[in-house]
Antibody, heavy 117, light 113 residues
Framework: QVQLVESGGDMVQPGRSLRLSCAAS????????MHWVRQAPGKGLEWVAL????????YYADSVKGRFSISRDDSKNTLYLQMNSLRAEDTAVYYC??????????WGQGTTVTVSS | DVVMTQSPLSLPVTLGQPASISCRSS???????????LSWFQQRPGQSPRRLIY???NRDSGVPDRFSGSGSGTDFTLKISRVEADDVGVYYC??????????FGQGTKVEIK
């Protein structure tokens, strides 16, 4: 079945870096754009980044632009989010999601990032 | 950025009764291709979001037909014809027309009275 599994979440100090991964299975990963969406504790959903199906274009929310980088390795069916210069306000559950009809049709279970000293 | 505004933010409902959530966008969501990219998501307690509706009124596979979406331009509605206990959670609308960014409403918490 179609599945996305995130990993890499951790507790880190402000200013440090972290890389999240999202392993895809059950569909042709290389045919789909992929999103990262986050949810701060007790808050709503916030779109973070998108990468096109072929990796040729990438888009970021203003809140993470210049600090986060989205990438993919189609040989491993894996999506990544490199997060640098982390701030307390980056604390959230991070979801990867498959792009569909300018929306997201499949979501992972999420991985938790906590930025705290 | 397009602002999505949902109402109400909290919706107590009686089992078996209908429920309705409104979502308004700060700009028309009609895309250059003629489609309107408005989606609805359900997030049950402790779970990931799940898409229910895309392009205003198209139900995703496996979504019960008691869920329906409607609207146009800047005004949209998610309706649950008869609320079941399984429907408890937070519901979000999201626009994908004026991207980036994709923007979500604040969420509407549906609970049983």
């Amino acid at each position: 079945q179609v599945q996305l599994v995130e990993s890499g979440g951790d507790m880190v100090q402000p200013g440090r870096s972290l890389r999240l991964s999202c392993a895809a299975s059950g569909f042709t990963f290389s045919s789909y754009g992929m999103h990262w969406v986050r949810q701060a504790p007790g808050k709503g959903l916030e779109w973070v980044a998108l990468i096109w199906y072929d990796g040729s274009k990438k888009y970021y929310a203003d809140s993470v632009k210049g600090r986060f980088s989205i990438s993919r390795d189609d040989s491993k069916n894996t999506l990544y989010l490199q997060m640098n210069s982390l701030r307390a306000e980056d604390t959230a559950v991070y979801y990867c999601a498959r792009a569909s009809f300018l929306s997201m049709d499949v979501w992972g279970q999420g991985t938790t990032v906590t930025v705290s000293s | 950025d397009v602002v999505m505004t949902q109402s109400p933010l909290s919706l107590p409902v009686t089992l078996g009764q209908p429920a309705s959530i409104s979502c308004r966008s700060s700009q028309s969501l009609v895309y250059s291709d003629g489609n309107t990219y408005l989606s609805w998501f359900q997030q049950r307690p402790g779970q990931s979001p799940r898409r229910l509706i895309y392009k205003v009124s198209n139900r995703d596979s496996g979504v019960p037909d008691r869920f329906s979406g409607s609207g146009s331009g800047t005004d949209f509605t998610l309706k649950i014809s008869r609320v079941e206990a399984d429907d408890v959670g937070v519901y979000y609308c999201m626009q994908g027309t004026h991207w980036p960014p994709w923007t979500f409403g604040q969420g509407t918490k549906v609970e049983i009275k």
